[in-house]
């Protein structure tokens, strides 16, 4: 199973929305909603921001949304601040009965 | 509250075996599958697979197979992995996840260093 695909980096001023793309195929993203993306901070556990495309966890910032089209599915990061700045992973389920992580993203926040 | 507890950092010699567990608290330990998630120096996450804590039945994904192996103690709500015959390439950050039963995984555990060095 080969990751997901994300973009190395992106940035952003702070105030600004970003949005950090996750592609994957119609065997995994295309194919379930169960499509997930965490927040890592160097030296720490991922923390899960979002879950199935669209919903957050409770505690989590509504600047944080999430959205999906066909193969893609997208994070965006409204109103951006500096605590912002992390590495985020999409995570999808797969039609192989398995889970498959993204690349990662390294988001700065300018 | 929800929480994962990881022991702490090992270092280990090439060849030799690590045994990484990983106790719950805040909720009923087997109404949850818990998840293992590697992370390599500068790397990004990768599933190794998942343990239902329910059964002890194992799943491993590609590439964690032979070496790996997940067990459980449900009398203390631990999730163990064992890794045997380690190579440097085993050095990682290895991670457990709880299954959220709504395909994602939290919480995460605090992390485990497994360093392999001669």
């Known amino acids: 199973q080969s990751a997901l695909t994300q973009p190395a980096s992106v940035s952003g001023s702070p105030g600004q929305s970003i949005t950090i793309s996750c592609t994957g195929t119609?065997?995994?993203?295309?194919?379930?909603?169960?499509v997930s993306w965490y927040q890592q901070h160097p030296g720490k556990a991922p923390k899960l921001m979002i879950y199935?495309?669209?919903n957050r966890p409770s505690g989590v910032s509504n600047r944080f949304s999430g959205s999906k089209s066909g193969n893609t599915a997208s994070l965006t990061i409204s109103g951006l601040q500096a605590e912002d700045e992390a590495d985020y992973y999409c995570?999808?389920?797969?039609?192989?009965?398995?889970?498959?992580f993204g690349g990662g993203t390294k988001l700065t926040v300018l | 509250q929800v929480q994962l507890v990881q022991s702490g950092s090992e270092l280990k010699k090439p060849g030799a075996s690590v045994k990484v567990s990983c106790k719950a608290s805040?909720?009923?330990?087997?109404?949850?599958?818990m998840n293992w998630v590697r992370q390599a120096p500068g790397q990004g996450l990768e599933w190794m697979g998942w343990?239902?804590?329910?059964?002890?039945?194992?799943t491993y994904a590609q590439g964690f197979t032979g070496r790996f192996v997940f067990s459980l103690d449900t009398s203390v709500s631990t999730a163990y992995l064992q890794i045997s015959s380690l190579k440097a390439e085993d050095t990682a950050v290895y991670y457990c996840?709880?299954?959220?039963?709504?395909?994602?995984?939290?919480?995460w555990g605090q992390g485990t260093l497994v360093t392999v060095s001669s």
């Open positions: 199935e495309v669209s």
């Open positions: 343990i239902n804590t329910n059964t002890g039945n194992p």
């Open positions: 805040g909720y009923t330990f087997t109404s949850y599958a």
């Open positions: 119609s065997s995994d993203v295309g194919g379930y909603n169960y």
């Open positions: 996840a709880r299954d959220n039963g709504s395909g994602s995984f939290h919480p």
């Open positions: 995570s999808s389920y797969t039609s192989s009965s398995a889970w498959v």
